[in-house]
């Protein structure tokens, strides 16, 4: 029962220190990602800072794409100022990925010459200051705390077969259950 | 598959006598010894409805030998079980002495094994004498080395027969002796090196026993000594070092030295050469190509880039001589520096895999087909094979209305077994065609235009490619019809070569219809160097706009593609297929090479960074050719690995390929499969700190490098900034740029200061900065880019 409540004691410790120990970032709905070659996908996210202040300062899909597979755009970096931090910043600032508001971390643009399978890290760029940038008495050059940090993720961006790559695949699929089909009863 | 030699006694035991000088070799041993002097046959067989006898007619030693009679064929002949006497791999010198019976025309006398593999008889040729060697008036040595690799054999028979049918002949004093076992490791990797610094020769000897060696202090590469040969007698005189314990049969090597003539002496080409004996039998091989020496500057001699021992031996000796003349020289700095063998690496990810869904991948082939290791590596990473050689003119018909195709159809044989596409190079080119295309018959000299010629030519032309397509039918799937026929600095664009000065562009148009006429089912392709170049791929435009417009059967466009680390770039290859694309044609890259450049000398000195950067010029290049799927049908590499290359030469070492002398991945290869491994592509930017005064604010850049290998090189451009709020004002970054920042070893980084003035900008004035990085020469780029910049 003791060692119960010492572990207990340990755990809550545990989760204290993570709790301070900085921003957290969680990419919505998943890190994984697919469409057509030649449209777009994107990520939205949560994140998370409850000291000092954290200005958004950008983010990127590292290593950086290849053209014959795909180009990512930015949009965390590019909106509104975001500021997360004690009151009366919030500390908590979650956005789902819309392309056409703008909203999420960044968008992946799938290149029409795409195939497989892209795997990479999803990274928000930020910079943190012990006051408030909204904040009159704001001093950037004496407030700075950290001037360049990242959040990351792991992402993945599938190019699945174009519609048209489908529409012949299925054709031979349903020629070979044919033949399956009229071979059984030789078989038997 | 086997090795002979005819070497006539007088002319062994002269070679012999001229090497006297050098290190005796290991006698070898006799396994195998015929007198018949017991009067017995000695375990022969006839073969063939022969009569075999001991006869005291005639004998070359003691008083017996070995008599046939009653011939029919020339296979005809006495003839020895070897098998289990002979090891696959391992080399026996095979020796026997011959003469015909009385009143038997001289004739030629040939000693061979018929091998018999999975059923099938193979005959291996041993020795033979010349044509009329054989008399019925004295005795005639045939002797050679033999060997046999591949599958066991279930019979061995060695005979002894001749191109008469019906010639009688006494044999007498056979022998065989083991020269050697199978190449195998070798005993030691140790090398030589000779610098000569001692003072001594360093066991060097004179070649032929006339020379005289002299350690010199008078001239020499490095240090203060070099060894000086004159009194040279002939061209083949000069200093020599027995390698036997050195060099071995089967194994690779990097050789090298460093030479000069003596003072006064006219220029003169030398060359290295290896002396093998074997048994009895000397030969030699060219080490190092003839290459110009002079008195007034050292010349490094090199192998070009590797030297494959296959010389089974009792003793080898490594000699320098001249092409031509006697004239003294230095030789200093010799290495001989072992090279492991090739192979290739089974773990690693397919290059035609990986490009499945793009195009076809291609490497060249060459000679009797793909063996070993190199037909390992060209089934794993290809898809696609081009020979080197082997389909042009002078390869397929040396003669008129002779085709050969032995090289070719090995190759195509090998693509069939290897699920592989052939590429058919090239039916009409300028070069590496034979005299007697041009040839005038009425004045047996290079044809002058003429209606007459016009129509010989375009016949000629006609006859050559309906004989080679013909032949290959659909196992060759595309063909280079017409290979550089432009000239972009001519007004029409077409090279003035023979073929333009007799036909006009008519060659251009038959080619492509008889191609078609014989081999409708290929992609016929017009292939050209430089295409990239906006000149010529205007030309090219031309050109094909107007076959096609006069209805002349093309159906695309190769790009030969022998890169340069600077050339072309990713755009201009985009912008050439594109350019060409609205012509509705098939497009490839035929002959892909990335030349490292420069003047290297010996293939291990090239260095990681220049390696590092070709990974990248890859990288960028293959992200360009992806981008033009649809475009794009096949990329063919000239070459497989860099130990063959025609970019190397007597000049200058290059690595041009994906893969390295040993079989093994080089970056380029990593540029195409995964370029997160190449050297530095980890490399990122980050702003670390901000200090200072408002008109002198210090921001430290840092660049990291926590991925594998060195980023070579890496520089930080100009930052630029772009205000995105607060009172407009302009900041200035002062300072040189690039910054140099080095190398940056795994796993580390580096910081470089920027002094931006910022005088006149409010404290919430906002930026959007970029600061571009890179490393490689640039071929690897990133950039740190942040919004929501303060000062």
């Known amino acids: ?40 996908v994107g990520w939205g996210f949560t994140i998370t800072n409850t000291t000092d202040y954290l200005v958004v300062t950008g983010s990127q899909f590292s290593p950086a794409p290849f053209a014959f597979f795909g180009s990512y755009q930015d949009l965390i970096g590019t909106g509104p100022l975001i500021v997360l931090g004690p009151s009366p910043e919030p500390q908590t600032l979650t956005e789902l990925f819309n392309l056409s508001l703008g909203t999420g971390v960044g968008a992946f643009h799938i290149a029409a010459t795409a195939a497989g399978r892209l795997d990479g890290q999803l990274i928000v760029d930020y910079a943190l200051f012990s006051v408030d940038p909204n904040d009159p008495n704001f001093d950037p050059d004496t407030d700075l705390l950290v001037a360049d940090a990242q959040l990351s993720a792991p992402v993945s961006v599938f190019a699945t077969p174009e519609p048209a790559s489908l529409l012949l695949i299925a054709p031979g699929l349903f020629a070979m259950f044919r033949l399956r089909r009229k071979r059984l009863p030789v078989r038997s | 598959m086997f090795c002979g030699t005819h070497l006539q006694t007088h002319a062994a035991l002269l070679v012999l006598a001229l ?17 018949w002097e017991d009067g017995t046959l000695q375990g022969w067989i006839p073969r063939g409805p022969v009569a075999l006898s001991n006869s005291t007619d005639v004998a070359h030693g003691g008083s017996h030998s070995l008599l046939t009679t009653g011939r029919v064929a020339g296979d005809n002949g006495p003839s020895l079980n070897v098998l289990g006497t002979l090891t696959l791999g391992a080399t026996y010198q095979v020796s026997a002495w011959v003469r015909l019976t009385a009143g038997t025309p001289a004739t030629q006398l040939l000693m061979r094994v018929e091998r018999t593999v999975s059923g099938s008889p193979i005959t291996d040729s041993i020795a033979s004498s010349s044509a009329t060697g054989v008399t019925d008036s004295g005795w005639t040595q045939l002797t050679g080395l033999y060997s046999f690799t591949g599958t066991n054999p279930t019979g061995l028979f060695l005979y002894i027969g001749s191109s008469s049918a019906t010639a009688s002949y006494y044999v007498d004093d056979f022998s065989i002796d083991f020269i050697a076992d199978p190449a195998g490791p070798p005993p030691n990797t140790t090398g030589l090196s000779s610098t000569f610094e001692s003072g001594g020769a360093e066991g060097w000897l004179p070649r032929l026993g006339s020379e005289v060696l002299t350690n010199s202090t008078a001239a020499f590469h490095s240090g203060t000594h070099s060894l000086l040969t004159t009194n040279r007698t002939t061209a083949g005189a000069g200093p020599a070092l027995d390698v036997t314990d050195k060099m071995f049969n089967g194994s690779r090597y990097f050789v090298s030295l460093w030479a000069r003539l003596a003072p006064g002496e006219p220029s003169t080409n030398l060359i ?19 290459k110009a020496v002079t008195s007034g500057s050292w010349v490094k001699l090199f192998t070009t880039p590797i030297y494959t021992l296959s010389l089974a031996n009792t003793s080898l000796s490594l000699f320098v001589q001249s092409a031509t003349g006697t004239p003294s020289f230095y030789i200093d700095d010799v290495q001989v520096t072992y090279a492991a063998p090739p192979s290739v690496e089974t773990n690693l990810l397919s290059v035609k895999d990986v490009l499945a869904p793009y195009f076809y991948v291609g490497a060249i082939s060459y000679g009797s087909g793909l063996t070993g290791p190199s037909s390992e590596l060209a089934s794993k990473h290809f898809n696609s094979i081009t020979s080197e050689n082997d389909m042009k003119w002078d390869a397929t018909e040396p003669s008129e209305g002779t085709f050969r195709f032995t090289n070719m159809d090995a190759q195509v044989a090998w693509a069939k077994a290897n699920g592989s596409v052939v590429r058919g190079h090239t039916l009409v080119w300028h070069s590496q065609i034979p005299a007697w295309v041009f040839i005038d018959p009425n004045t047996g000299v290079t044809m002058l235009p003429s209606p007459e010629n016009k129509t010989l030519l375009l016949n000629r032309l006609r006859n050559h490619i309906q004989g080679v397509v013909t032949h290959f039918g659909t196992d060759i799937y595309t063909y280079d019809v017409v290979n550089e026929a432009i000239d972009e600095g001519q007004a029409n664009c077409l090279r003035r070569s023979t073929w333009y000065t007799i036909t006009g562009k008519d060659f251009i148009d038959v080619a492509f219809q008889t191609a078609r006429q014989y081999a409708p089912h290929a992609k016929l392709i017009y292939n050209d160097y430089s295409s990239t170049s906006t000149s010529k791929r205007t030309c090219i435009y031309n050109l094909v706009a107007d076959l096609k417009s006069r209805g002349i059967p093309i159906d695309g466009v190769g790009h030969q593609m022998h890169n340069s680390l600077t050339s072309p770039t990713p755009q201009a290859i985009l912008d050439t297929f594109n350019l060409l694309a609205p012509l509705n044609i098939d497009q490839q890259v035929t002959e892909l090479d990335i030349g490292v450049g420069g003047s290297y000398t010996n293939y291990n000195d090239i260095p990681e960074s220049v390696l590092a950067r070709q990974g990248y010029v890859v990288r960028n290049t293959f992200n360009a050719f992806r981008q033009l799927q649809g475009k794009l049908s096949t990329v063919t590499f000239w070459g497989r690995s860099d130990d063959h290359t025609w970019l190397t030469s007597a000049t200058k070492i290059d690595a041009p390929l994906l893969f390295d002398v040993y079989m093994h991945a080089k970056p380029a290869y990593w540029g195409i499969v995964d370029p997160t491994r190449l050297p530095g592509a980890s490399l990122t930017g980050s702003l670390d700190s901000k200090s200072g005064p408002q008109n002198a604010r210090v921001w430290t850049i840092m660049l990291s490098n926590p991925g594998l290998g060195t980023a070579f090189g890496a520089q930080i451009s100009k930052p630029v900034l772009t205000q995105t709020s607060g009172a407009a004002c302009t900041p200035v970054v002062t300072g040189t740029f690039p910054i140099t920042v080095g190398d940056i070893v795994s796993g580390s980084s580096a910081s470089r200061a920027v002094t931006i003035d910022f005088t006149g900008c409010p404290a919430l004035a906002a930026f959007k900065v970029t600061i571009p990085f890179s490393s490689s020469s640039g071929a690897n780029t990133g950039e740190i880019a942040r919004t929501n910049q303060f000062r």
């Open chain 2, 272 to 290: 290295v050469t290896l002396q093998r004996t074997a048994g009895t039998i000397v030969s030699t091989s060219t080490v190092v190509a003839s």
């Open chain 1, 1 to 40: 029962m003791q060692s119960k409540r010492a572990l207990t004691i340990l755990l809550m410790a545990g989760m204290a220190v993570a709790a301070h120990a900085g921003p957290v970032f969680q990419v919505l709905p998943g890190g994984t990602v697919g469409d057509f070659p030649g449209t777009t």
């Open chain 2, 19 to 35: 090497t006297g000088s050098l290190a005796l070799a290991a006698p070898p041993t006799n396994i195998v010894q015929h007198g």
